[in-house]
């Protein structure tokens, strides 16, 4: 028997991955640090649910603490802000050979190879939508991009490995040379999405009102400016047209891009971001830090000024912290900025 891929977080993303790989016949092992649910996984099994696919399957998950072994093939998928101490805890189950692929949105792969070191990382892209809903059960939303690829550019044995294995969740999923490519494209519409936390609305009521176009596209505008200045060139993926908000672009292909997005949000069960459902199902803190704040310092970096970005990441905290509702007035809060 092959030796089990390691998925570190079991949760919306992890899990879906762990239950698809475990039905197809491949070895997994899952970890999570809510033990109901590592429990339930082990168990009874875990429900994917949806409109997608409906299914049970049993994936072997236990929590740090439970873990033996060492492991080549390591999927992180926790939230951005639990990456450093989830880091410290698998690293001495990685093998010395062995990688760590992030399944995550932001630029983890820098935390990641920081830790493990740049030849034992490796990049993913995901934006299929999920969320997890109780011990044991997750929501299969909606199918969306998946892209694997190694953070210097040049696939390898391993890359085609994990591959092989992404296609037997997705079957379009996509190896590619440029990785930070997908990354950033995500942090551009990760914005936007954001930005549709700010209110009660549904993703696809945020991107079809007008009145909200200007901010989401100032929002996507300051990363892709971003981007360009990181000597990146951002791809397109499910709507989201990076090209339609680079500098010198018209304001006709933006709003095109949002009619898209809200076409492509409107057929998903998981009508919210993960974004809302932290900060008004779950009440915990998001990954605005070490998402949108990331992409302005570093953006404060290249001498770019981000005000929408900087608001943005105010306004989240304000609903963190309980100093502000969601609701339409908080977004126009971003509108507002552009004065
Ligand atoms: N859900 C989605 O549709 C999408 C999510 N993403 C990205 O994927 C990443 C994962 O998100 P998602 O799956 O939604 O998150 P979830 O919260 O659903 O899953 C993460 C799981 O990891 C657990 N966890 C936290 N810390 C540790 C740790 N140290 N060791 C082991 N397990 C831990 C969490 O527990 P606890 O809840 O107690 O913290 C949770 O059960 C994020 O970066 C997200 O932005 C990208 C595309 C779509
Ligand atoms: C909305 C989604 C699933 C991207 O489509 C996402 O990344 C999120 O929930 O934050």
């Known amino acids: 028997m092959a030796e089990p891929v390691l998925i570190w977080g079991a949760g919306a993303i992890g899990g879906i991955l762990g239950a698809y790989w475990a039905r197809a016949g491949v070895p997994v092992q899952m ?35 439970q873990l033996e072994g060492r492991y080549g093939r390591i999927v992180l998928a926790v939230k951005a802000q639990a990456t450093e101490a989830a880091l410290a805890q698998l690293m001495p189950h990685l093998a010395e050979d062995g990688f760590v692929l992030s399944a995550q949105n932001g630029l983890n792969e820098r935390v990641i190879a920081h830790a493990v070191g740049a030849g034992r990382t490796m990049g993913a892209f995901v934006n299929y939508g999920a969320d997890w809903i109780g011990p044991g059960r997750i929501l299969f939303g909606n199918r969306g991009a998946v892209v694997v690829g190694e953070i210097d550019g040049s696939p390898r044995p391993r890359t085609t490995e994990m591959f092989d294995l992404l296609q037997i969740f997705e079957p379009d999923a996509v190896l590619t040379d440029d990785i930070w490519a997908y990354l950033w494209g995500k942090l551009g519409y990760g914005a936007m999405l954001f930005a549709t936390a700010l209110t009660h609305d549904s993703m696809t009521v945020n991107f079809a009102d007008p ?5 989401l596209i100032g929002l996507a505008r300051e990363v892709m400016r971003t981007a360009v200045a990181e000597g990146v060139t951002p791809r397109p993926f499910n709507g989201f047209e990076p090209s339609a908000f680079l500098p010198g672009s018209e304001d006709a292909a933006a709003r095109q891009c949002l009619a898209d997005l809200a076409l492509f949000n409107s057929t998903t069960a998981k009508t919210h971001t993960g974004i809302y459902r932290d900060l008004a199902v779950r009440k915990r803190k998001t990954e605005v830090d070490p998402q949108v704040g990331a992409v302005a310092q570093i953006a ?16 989240i905290h304000d609903i963190e912290d309980g100093r502000r509702e969601m609701s339409q007035e908080t977004f126009h809060e971003l509108t507002r900025v552009l004065g």
């Open 211 to 215: 009145a909200r176009g200007p901010a």
């Open 300 to 315: 404060a970096g290249h001498g770019i000024d981000t005000p929408l970005l900087r608001r943005l990441v105010d306004l």
């Open 31 to 65: 970890v999570d640090i809510v033990a109901d649910h590592a429990q339930a996984c082990s168990t009874d099994g875990l429900s994917i649910e949806g409109p997608v696919e409906t299914f049970t399957q049993t994936v072997p998950c236990v929590t740090p603490d």
